[in-house]
Every structure is written in structure tokens, then in C-alpha cells.
Antibody
């Protein structure tokens, strides 16, 4: 069964940092793009960023709203994707989902990030 | 950035009704569009990919159509489990963008 499990969310102060993890199973991690998507409370979906597959050098793309603050990385040995979030702002609180594929066919359950002093 | 304008933002319908949701792209995206269903507290679930291809396991009452800038999701006969919020996603170019969502409520 294809699964993506996001974790690492929590409460952080403005300006703080947090690292989210996405553990995958049931498919060959290196063969797939993996994205982060977020959803602020009561709002719609916002694409955050992407890690391409190994064939494309695991290169990354980011939304303008997070570029320079957020970094996506992978650990092939752990079958895990990470979202390092620095300089967190009051507009970053959301449920963060990891999704598989350039066309987002499977989604994980999400992890909640709260930014508050 | 490509803007995805989704309409309506909400609708009320009865079981058995035919429901149509539209997404309009601000520029052509070929058929690089997916439709998703989201229920409260849950992750989105993909229904349609490549504008008109039905995701495996999704009931055939869901149908996607369109290409270029105009796309439609049709539910031919609304079932109780279909009351949810629906989103479109364009994956043609960066940044990837979603429609604003359509909440389908019980009349």
C-alpha cells in the first residue's frame, strides 16, 4: 500500500524553525516527485514546494511565499522527505501535507504547524 | 502565475442531483489538471487526473472534461458520501495552483 506519513508539526514562535518529515512506503521513493502542500485553517490549498525524482537530480522548486525560508531535502536510506522551515511567520500556520508525484496522486494525512508567541 | 478560478464556491444539492463544478485557468494548461475531494479533517483524495481520466477506485458517476482553459467536474447522481469540498489543481507550470474550492452541501 502506498503511504505517506507527515510528522513533526507543532507550536513554534514567530521567527522560529521547525522541520517536518514525510515518511513514505509502498513505492520506490527515488522514482517519484514529492510535494508539500499546506492548508491554513478554514482556507484552500496552497502548494509549498517540490522535490523532483532521482532521475532529475532531486532538484527543488518553491512557492514565492516560502522561497529562501523553506528547504526540501531527501534521505534515500530512510525513505523520507524533509521540509526545513526557518523564519516562520504568522501566515505560515497550516496543516502541511506531503503528496506523491508530479500530479499529486496520493496524499499523506497532514501535520499541523502553529505559529504563535 | 496561473490563476485557477473555480465556481461556484458553494452549492446546495439533493441526493440524486447532477452537479457541475467549473475551473477556469488564466492561461492554457493543456490537460494538466486534477480534481480532488476533501472531507473535513481529512487529506484530499484525487478523483480525476489529466482532466478526464478517472482515478482507479473512484465511482464512475464522477466525470472530468475540458482542455486548455476550461474544465468541468460533473457528478452525475449525487450520493450521500459525495457531500464534501472539491478542488482543482493545475500542474502545468510553476507555481502549481489550486482552485478556491467548491463546498457541496445537502439541500
Amino acid at each position: 500500500e502506498v503511504q505517506l506519513v507527515a510528522s513533526g508539526g507543532g507550536l513554534v514562535q514567530p521567527g522560529g524553525s521547525l522541520r517536518l518529515s514525510c515518511a513514505v512506503s509502498g513505492f520506490t521513493f527515488s522514482d517519484h516527485y514529492i510535494d508539500w502542500v499546506r492548508q491554513a485553517p478554514g482556507k484552500g490549498l496552497e502548494w509549498v514546494g517540490r522535490s523532483r525524482d532521482k532521475a532529475n537530480g532531486y532538484t527543488t522548486e518553491y512557492a514565492a511565499s516560502v522561497k529562501g525560508r523553506f528547504t526540501i531535502s531527501r534521505d534515500d536510506a530512510e525513505n523520507a522527505l524533509y521540509l526545513q522551515m526557518n523564519s516562520l511567520k504568522t501566515e505560515d500556520p497550516a496543516v502541511y501535507y506531503c503528496t506523491r508525484g508530479y500530479d499529486m496522486d496520493v496524499w499523506g494525512q497532514g501535520t499541523t504547524v502553529t505559529v504563535s508567541s | 502565475d496561473i490563476q485557477m478560478t473555480q465556481s461556484p464556491s458553494s452549492l446546495s444539492a439533493s441526493v440524486g442531483d447532477r452537479v457541475t463544478i467549473t475551473c477556469r485557468a488564466s492561461q492554457g494548461i493543456r490537460n494538466d489538471l486534477g480534481w480532488y475531494q476533501q472531507k473535513p479533517g481529512k487529506a484530499p483524495k484525487r478523483l480525476i487526473y489529466a482532466a478526464s481520466s478517472l482515478q482507479s477506485g473512484v465511482p464512475s458517476r464522477f466525470r472530468g472534461s475540458g482542455s486548455g482553459t476550461e474544465f468541468t467536474l460533473t457528478i452525475s447522481s449525487l450520493q450521500p458520501e459525495d457531500f464534501a469540498t472539491y478542488f482543482c489543481l493545475q500542474y502545468n507550470s510553476y507555481p502549481l495552483t489550486f482552485g478556491g474550492g467548491t463546498k457541496v452541501e445537502i439541500k
